[in-house]
């Protein structure tokens, strides 16, 4: 059984249709292909939300839910402290949380980085999604389990890995 997941992409930064014409079809693919890769065969179906916004909202976001007064690529709000992936009795999905983007800082970083935006943009995505399934960076380890699964659920949309800028994907 694949692991059924809506996504509810909702564009409110003015600049995303420019920046990335086709940045909620990539969203929702990439959040999928994210959650087919950690949720397991005995996953009921899930939901999550997915906010594009500008940098104004995502720092307003990340000053009172993190305590940071900047604005940042991308922001994780599971529902809860733990994600079970089971499905609920009544065979509602189980809700993932929020991840919300800024355009500004992930344009900026793509073009920093030497990457393709739409390749940078898939990366927070699944990074954003990987939160919300309960991954963390926090310990070295936690981060390089974390990591490499990035890399795996990107090379399978075939973008490159992207803590080795210039290679190609895995």
Do not use: C
Not at 144 to 167: D, F, K, Q
């Amino acid at each position: 059984m694949t692991a059924l997941l809506a996504v509810d992409v909702t564009i409110e930064g003015a600049d995303w249709p420019t920046l990335l014409p086709d940045a909620a079809a990539l969203a929702e693919e990439t959040a999928r292909a994210a959650w087919r890769s950690v949720a397991g065969p005995a996953a009921g179906p899930a939901e999550l939300s997915i906010l594009l916004a500008d940098d104004v909202t995502v720092q307003r976001l990340n000053r009172a839910h993190r305590g940071q007064d900047k604005p940042t690529n991308v922001l994780s709000f599971p529902i809860g402290d733990t994600i079970s992936v089971s499905g609920s009795a009544t065979g509602a999905p189980t809700m993932l949380g929020d991840v919300v983007l800024a355009s500004g800082v992930v344009a900026r970083e793509a073009v920093d980085q030497g990457k393709p935006v739409a390749a940078h943009f898939r990366h927070l995505v699944v990074h954003g999604v990987l939160h919300l399934a309960g991954y963390d960076h926090i310990a070295d380890r936690d981060a390089e389990t974390m990591e490499s699964l990035e890399v795996e659920i990107l090379a399978a949309l075939a973008v490159p890995n992207p803590y080795r800028l210039g290679e190609p994907a895995e």
